[in-house]
């Protein structure tokens, strides 16, 4: 009989409505505007609605509800290739991008503490990607760890701008003279856009577009030395001393001026003016010390 009743019940359908609805984006919300289209529609990844998207689509590798068969003894399956895992990465680094632009615009407060569910509510995610993406950050020290209760927003000190400031004068002087020696001419050329590109981000008043387009701009120079590991170091350093809005007002009090340099540097380096190009690279360093 209960064998004849299970038969007879229509299975229900391979997602349940009810819970596949996300957690509501707020489009006033200052952080959230970072946030691309594509990262708002993913939710919750660790609650009820698990797999889904907003409008009840299950997402690939998503169990099915029951239809009537026993499967409680069944592995769950492994995403496909492509699939779940592939996609929750890529929100992860959507939302890492978002609050590395967060951090460097000021809009998370340096010393506040920020839980990842909170985030994840203004985000319009779950929580998961916020909490992996807060743990880079905090590899980077950009945030620190508090037990229980969250995130909180590195504090950057004048003492600490100036060591960060000295430790990238000690790696990137010598760089920049040795390139001055044995780059081309029209190498230097090439990074001329990259240089308008930042001086366009400082007249409009965006720090942090302009501490993107800055770091953008030193990465290009230093990658002419052919040694990865280098300008990886080099961009964490550069990173950190950026972090929070504090440390980028403090590194480029003006930054059209800030700018200007960087076209200084590009003619020095082109006419191998050793000379100027020491002078220029330890001055932009001793500015940053704040």
Known sequence: MEQSRARDTPAPPPY?????????YAPGGAVARHVPEQARAVVRADGPGAGCVPGGRALAGAPEQARGEHTHSEPPALPPAGGHSVRRHSVRGQILA???AALAGGELIPGEVYSAPALGTRFGVSATPVREAMQQLALEGAVEV??????????????ERAELAEIRALLEVPVMLRLARTVPAERWAELRPLAEAAGAAAATGDRAAYAESDRAFHRAMLALSGNRQLVALA????????????AVAACHADPVADAAEHTALLDALTARDLTAVETLVREHFAGAEG
Request: with cysteine; aromatic share 6%.
């Open 16 to 24: 349940a409505p009810g819970l596949c609805v996300g957690v509501p």
């Open 235 to 246: 961009d964490d350093l550069h990173r950190r001393s950026q972090w929070p809005l504090g």
């Open 146 to 159: 508090v037990p229980n209760r969250g995130f909180r927003v590195a504090e950057r000190g004048p003492r």
């Open 98 to 100: 978002a609050l590395r």
